[in-house]
């Protein structure tokens, strides 16, 4: 069975940093692009980032709201993906949720974790 | 960025009813396309990729359609458990971006 398992989140405050985790099961990840998608608390969903896989030099992509702030990574050997959150802003409050890509050609997300709440604020 | 736009924002239906929901993207993405289901604090559901195929285990109620810039997910027949918001998503170019969401409520 797939799954995915977020961790590191909390209360931070303006400008502070946060790294949160995800621990990936059931399948192989190596194998698999990545994602990173958020969703502010009562609005819709956030594209964050993507990074890809070893035979693709791990690149990544950013949204612009989130470029040069956060930084994705991934360790194949732990089967686990990251994300480093520094700058944060009062506007980065959300649940921050790791997402498989079904493929390498298009990117949708068949799996989903159950999210980690990251709340900025002083 | 390709802007997704979805209508309406939400719809009142009953058990039985047929729902469409349309989502119109600013610029051509051919058949980019994804729709979710999400419950209330819960993640995110794929539905159907590529406009208009079944990701495995979706019911056939749930139907998608379109290419280039509008698409439709239609329900042919709302069952209690799909009372729930749903959202578009381009696969077409970065960054990738989903519509504002509908949710279907009980009426």
């Known amino acids: 069975e797939v799954q995915l398992v977020e961790s590191g989140g909390g209360l931070v405050q303006p400008g502070g940093s946060l790294r949160l985790s995800c621990a990936a099961s059931?399948?192989?990840?190596?194998?698999?692009?990545m994602d990173w998608v958020r969703q502010a608390p009562g609005k819709g969903l956030e594209w964050v980032g993507r990074?890809?896989?070893?035979?693709?030099?791990?690149?990544?992509e950013y949204a612009a709201s989130v470029k040069g702030r956060f930084t994705i990574s991934r360790d194949d050997s732990r089967n686990s993906l990251y994300l480093q959150m520094n700058s944060l802003k009062t506007e980065d409050t959300a649940v921050y949720y790791c997402?498989?890509?079904?493929?390498?050609?298009?990117?949708?997300?068949?799996?989903w974790g159950q999210g980690t709440l990251v709340t900025v604020s002083s | 960025d390709i802007q997704m736009t979805q209508s309406p924002s939400s719809v009142s239906a009953s058990v039985g009813d047929r729902v469409t929901i349309t989502c119109r993207a600013s610029q051509g993405i051919s058949s980019g396309l994804a729709w979710y289901q999400q419950k209330p604090r819960k993640a995110p559901k794929l539905l159907i990729y590529?406009?208009?195929s079944f990701q495995s285990g979706v019911p056939s109620r749930f139907s998608g359609s379109g290419s280039g810039t509008d698409f439709t997910l239609t329900i042919s027949s709302l069952q209690p458990e799909d009372f729930a918001t749903y959202y578009c998503?381009?696969?077409?170019?970065?960054?990738?971006?989903f519509g504002g969401g509908t949710k279907v409520e009980i009426k």
């Open positions: 990074i890809r896989k070893k035979a693709n030099s791990y690149t990544t």
């Open positions: 590529d406009a208009s």
């Open positions: 998503q381009q696969a077409k170019s970065f960054p990738l971006t």
């Open positions: 997402a498989r890509d079904l493929t390498e050609s298009a990117a949708y997300f068949d799996y």
């Open positions: 059931g399948f192989t990840f190596s194998d698999h692009y």
